[in-house]
């Protein structure tokens, strides 16, 4: 069973950046495709970015060019690195694992962190 665990959250300004850290079980970022994914008070959760077991990054339009995955194989952390920090990026931070290792694609998320809170203010 893969275990994952968020931290990083906090309230920063505008304009700043943050890091928030995803770490995993076993070998977990070695062998699942990895999701960070967002939650917004009154708005569904939605993807922020992928990265897959293989170490292909996505990223949905409305991030690119401010958002980075990054993972640590030997640490088994993934890291969502946040630039230019806006106050509609508010949100419950999650990170995700598919529910599945090696999956060539259809990742189908069934592992879940308890979420990390970040809050932008203007």
């Known amino acids: 069973q893969v275990q994952l665990v968020e931290s990083g959250g906090g309230l920063v300004q505008a304009g700043d950046s943050l890091r928030l850290s995803c770490a995993a079980s076993?070998?977990?970022?070695?062998?699942?495709?990895m999701g960070w994914f967002r939650q917004a008070p009154g708005k569904e959760r939605e993807l922020v970015g992928r990265?897959?077991?293989?170490?292909?990054?996505y990223y949905p339009d409305f991030v690119k060019g401010r958002f980075t995955i990054s993972r640590d194989i030997v640490k088994n952390t993934m890291y969502l690195h946040m630039n230019s920090l806006k106050p509609e990026d508010t949100a419950v931070y999650y990170c995700a694992a598919d529910g599945e290792p090696r999956r060539v694609s259809g990742s189908q998320y069934g592992y879940w962190g308890q979420g990390t809170q970040v809050t932008v203010s203007s």
């Open positions: 076993g070998r977990t970022l070695a062998t699942y495709t």
């Open positions: 990265i897959t077991w293989t170490g292909f990054t």
